[in-house]
């Protein structure tokens, strides 16, 4: 079966142009979750879904982020007005159950901000 | 606000030796935990998860939990190059949902 599939692979934007990274993860898995991660560094937490609700968005840096998964399914990371420091490597994980589940990652997609 | 700690290494153990690796978490809360391996380059991809106190195995792989110190561990025994990777333990909030990452261990093997 397929894994987390996320596009575009990269994607080089300039400075406050909106880009939208799009994740289809694995099919019927419940849970859908973004991550954010620098060079050399862990996976940052930016927000998650269970089905179609966003349970919690607490990571996103600022309100110029923001994702939705309106089908349950496919989800959309958007980020408004971009800037050099939104510069990373984007994660999309999905996980099969909605808690004490292993994340499934995707290949990710690299944003340059130019 | 929630915290993995991890010794960013690098890590270097000879090829056959048994590589430990480990990490500790702030919420007292959390039920579920996860090292994941990560390749240069690449996804991390998933190793282990250990939910209850104790060892569990796999392979060549340990996984360790102790809730009360809040410590949880990774073992590599017959450590090979191909082991070389970035290892990542993550815990899940008291809900089990939401894992929270470490920083990662760079592991070095060397022939």
């Not at chain 1, 079966?1 to 694995?26: E, F, H, N």
């Not at chain 2, 935990?33 to 250990?50: A, D, H, N, V």
């Not at chain 2, 450590?79 to 815990?91: I, K, R």
Request: charged share 20%; glycine share 10%.
């Amino acid at each position: 079966g397929a894994g987390v599939s996320q596009s575009p692979r990269y994607k080089v934007t300039k400075r406050g142009q909106d880009v939208a990274l799009r994740c289809d993860p694995i099919s019927g898995h419940v849970s859908l979750y973004w991550y954010r991660q620098a060079l050399g560094q862990g996976p940052e937490f930016l927000t998650y879904f269970n089905y179609e609700a966003q349970q919690d968005k607490s990571g996103l840096p600022n309100d110029r982020f923001s994702a939705e998964r309106p089908e349950g399914s496919i989800s959309t990371l958007t980020i408004q007005r971009t800037e050099q420091r939104d510069s990373a490597m984007y994660r999309c994980a999905s996980s099969p159950r909605d808690r004490n589940s292993p994340l499934h990652f995707g290949n990710g997609t690299r944003l340059t901000v130019t | 606000q929630k915290e993995v700690e991890q010794n960013s290494g690098p890590l270097s153990v000879p090829e056959g030796a048994i590589a430990s690796l480990n990490c500790t978490y702030s919420d007292r809360g959390s039920q579920s935990f996860f090292w994941y391996r990560q390749y240069s380059g690449k996804s991390p991809e998933l190793i282990m998860f250990i939910y209850s106190n104790g060892d569990k195995e796999d392979g060549r792989f340990t996984a360790q939990l102790n809730k009360a110190s809040q410590y949880v561990s990774l073992l590599i025994r017959d450590s090979q190059p191909s082991d070389s990777a970035t290892y990542l333990c993550a815990f899940g909030d008291n809900a089990g949902n939401m894992l929270t990452f470490g920083g990662g261990t760079r592991l070095m093997v060397k022939p």
